[in-house]
């Protein structure tokens, strides 16, 4: 029974979040997602490992909930554009898809060649946008961060991957 109702919340999961999301201001959207990426690329933020972005813009969909942001690096800094620009590179998934990805559940490279992950425009950039995602090391987030980012994905990955035994139980793997 507690599968049945994960797999349900998890199919499910940005038709319920859609209305809330679009409700919510868009500067604080920006606000939160400026210090969660700061949180989470902080040591390639002090490294520089930004510099390849400076004066590109970065486009990243979530599909499902009809939401996009345009990520750029300037000064030092991850900025985000108040209001669409010309993309050089961007990135679209489900929200589902994009949760596995940063848990570290499912490869971009394998989402992409099965079209759950669009990347398209600049080649080169996206390359370096993707290397430099894979290169976070999960464990060097703070423990609460890492706790959430980890317990969402592994409850979204079996939510999507619940299938039924001979019984007609359902079995999550």
């Known amino acids: 029974?507690?599968?049945?109702?994960?797999?349900?919340?998890?199919?499910?999961?940005?038709q319920i979040l859609r209305s809330p999301v679009q409700v919510f201001p868009k500067h604080l959207q920006n606000k939160i997602l400026i210090e969660g990426l700061k949180q989470v690329f902080h040591e390639a933020l002090e490294d520089?490992?930004?510099e390849?972005?400076?004066d590109k813009w970065l486009k990243v969909t979530i599909l499902d909930l009809n939401l996009q942001w345009f990520?750029?690096?300037?000064d030092d800094e991850i900025v985000i554009a108040k209001e669409s620009v010309t993309e050089d590179v961007s990135f679209a998934g489900q929200l589902n898809d994009l949760v596995l990805i940063v848990g570290r559940k499912e490869d971009p490279d394998t989402l992409f060649f099965q079209r759950r992950l669009r990347i398209e425009g600049d080649t080169e950039l996206g390359l370096e946008v993707k290397n430099l995602m894979d290169s976070v090391d999960l464990d060097a987030?703070?423990?609460p961060l890492q706790l959430f980012i980890n317990e969402l994905a592994d409850f979204v990955y079996k939510g999507l991957h619940c299938e039924k035994n001979?019984?007609?139980?359902?079995?999550a793997y």
């Not at 109702?5 to 199919?11: C, D, E, G, S």
């Not at 001979?166 to 079995?171: F, L």
């Open 52 to 54: 390849f972005l400076e």
């Open 71 to 74: 990520i750029s690096y300037r």
């Open 48 to 50: 520089g490992d930004f």
């Open 141 to 143: 987030l703070p423990k």
């Open 166 to 171: 001979q019984d007609g139980m359902a079995n």
């Open 1 to 14: 029974m507690l599968n049945k109702l994960r797999t349900q919340l998890v199919q499910n999961a940005a």
